[in-house]
């Protein structure tokens, strides 16, 4: 079996995991579906930020949002695969850990741009006005986001051993990664002692970079955001690569 056979073997097992749990596509969905029409129709009629509607000022960020969930708590079926013993089985085929690593990114990055999509989608009917021309950049954005993400979840779930333990320690990250980033406030006028947070938070530029292709509103520049995007998820490869090299069953 050649690395790339056994990279898109895995990718494709990851796949088929995925459409088969309707209910974790329902629920990844429907989740930032809520906070957008709720909290986003709530405070529209009273909130105007740089122009636009609170709710499509917020919009970007809810799609970031499904990213950071879908791809961070992907994570917890190395877990599952651990207890199961399916990992044993696919660490005797004749691949390289790096190759499985990236199978299981492809496979996450693939689960979190289709709710990132369906997302967008949703937005058509919800008569959120955003720039058709920038679809492309933000299919881009999400899937170098959820590729960095994903290898947070990935590296996470390589050394637990248990999901309840996984599961401690992905909500201890998420809904900081989350209200850090700017999806709900505008980030130029942040308090000298939260900017520090919200500029090292990854998801930041995810958010803005969305903002600025769908919306044309955002704080840096899309090359700005790409570079540190690209970045980031090149450093989680590393780092959940070797992670998974060292990763004991």
């Known amino acids: 079996m050649s690395e790339l056979t056994g990279l898109l073997a895995i990718w494709y097992r990851e796949f088929k995991v995925f ?3 309707k209910s974790r596509v329902i629920s990844s969905v429907l989740s930032p579906l809520f906070f957008l029409i709720i909290f986003g129709a709530g405070l529209d009629s009273s909130v105007s930020i740089e122009g636009i509607s609170y709710q499509q000022f917020i919009y970007p960020g ?6 950071l969930f879908t ?7 190395i877990v599952w695969d651990k207890m199961i013993d399916f990992l044993k089985e696919v660490l005797v085929a004749p691949l390289s850990r790096t190759t499985i690593f990236l199978g299981k990114v492809l496979g996450g990055v693939t689960d979190a741009v289709i709710q990132g999509t ?6 058509f009917f919800l008569n959120i006005n955003f720039n058709l021309w920038g679809l492309p950049f933000a ?5 170098i ?3 960095g993400l994903v290898g947070v979840g990935l590296l996470i779930g390589s050394l637990m051993e248990r999901p309840e333990g996984f599961q401690l320690i992905g909500s201890f990250l998420l809904f900081p990664l989350f209200l850090l980033s700017g999806a709900l406030f505008p980030i130029d006028d942040l308090p000298s002692w939260l900017a520090p947070f919200t500029y090292a938070d990854p998801l930041t530029y995810c958010v803005d970079g969305l903002r600025i292709v769908l919306l044309d509103a955002g704080q840096f520049s899309l090359v700005f955001d790409l570079t ?3 970045l980031f998820a090149i450093g989680t490869t590393i780092l959940g690569t070797l992670s998974f090299r060292r990763m004991k069953l």
């Open 62 to 67: 809810i799609i970031s949002m499904a990213l």
């Open 139 to 143: 299919f881009l954005i999400m899937i």
């Open 228 to 230: 540190v995007l690209t």
């Open 19 to 21: 459409t088969r749990e």
């Open 118 to 123: 369906l997302l967008i989608g949703i937005g």
């Open 145 to 147: 986001t959820s590729a």
């Open 71 to 77: 791809s961070i708590y992907y994570g917890v079926y």
